[in-house]
């Protein structure tokens, strides 16, 4: 019954490396999200995508970039992995709905820790 | 831009008692839409409530129920009859124009028996 499925629980990386978050959502959502989870900062937006090969950033793109080749699969990459973004990475998708209410499905996380 | 406070970073409540989590944001917009996200440990967040800014009825879901006030700009969760699945990390979200949330802080909520 997964409908938002993020490929890596958990990830451990070097500093300097190049990390792939992929994300993939069965649900024919025309909207993905990206956010990274802080303890006592809450969600934070890093990119979204309306569509296919669209992208907007977010609060705090600066590091990240993202790609978004088929409608139902959103990567956040960091080209080059800094301790600083040790975090919790959140995936989520939405409908494109006339009621105007952006109700986001989300998916289990990604835990990424940066050495 | 739209920011979204939640003043409590934790919160307790004893197993059948009501419990009520804070929330408050800022912004110019006349039309919005609230919401209340639940992060259970190890699980995927849900929705668990939200609200319209234009109606001024107060949303409610089987056991958890919104006091909005849109003129304070405050929006709290109560969750009535607290049971231990409640046990969570609550977050209040913001939607701005153009579908994208700006999220609280979060607030963790203990569930005592």
């Known amino acids: 019954d997964v409908k938002v499925t993020q490929s890596s629980r958990y990830l451990v990386k070097r500093t300097g490396e190049k990390v792939f978050l992929e994300c993939v959502q069965d649900?024919?959502?025309?909207?993905m999200f990206w956010y990274r989870q802080d303890p006592g900062l809450g969600l934070r937006l890093i990119y979204f995508?309306?569509?296919?090969?669209?992208?907007e950033k977010g609060d705090i793109p600066e590091g990240y970039s993202v790609s978004r080749e088929k409608k139902e699969r959103f990567s956040l990459i960091l080209e080059s992995a800094s301790t600083n973004q040790t975090s919790m990475y959140l995936c989520?998708?939405?409908?494109?709905?006339?009621?105007?209410?952006?109700?986001?499905?989300f998916g289990a996380g990604s835990r990424l820790t940066v050495l | 831009a739209q920011t979204v406070t939640q003043s409590q970073p934790e919160m307790s409540v004893q197993e059948a008692e009501t419990v009520t989590l804070s929330c408050t944001y800022d912004?110019?917009?006349?039309?919005?839409?609230l919401f209340w996200y639940k992060q259970p440990p190890s699980r995927q967040m849900i929705l668990v409530i939200r609200q319209e800014a234009y109606k001024q009825q107060n949303a409610t879901e089987n056991r958890f129920s919104v006091n909005f006030q849109k003129a304070a700009k405050s929006f709290s969760l109560k969750i009535s009859d607290s049971q231990l699945g409640d046990a969570a990390m609550y977050f209040c979200a913001y939607e701005t124009s153009g579908s994208r949330l700006t999220f609280g802080e979060g607030t963790q909520l203990t569930v005592n028996p």
């Open positions: 989520a998708s939405s409908a494109t709905g006339l009621t105007g209410a952006n109700v986001l499905t």
């Open positions: 912004t110019s917009e006349s039309d919005y839409y």
């Open positions: 995508s309306y569509d296919v090969k669209m992208k």
């Open positions: 649900m024919d959502h025309e909207n």
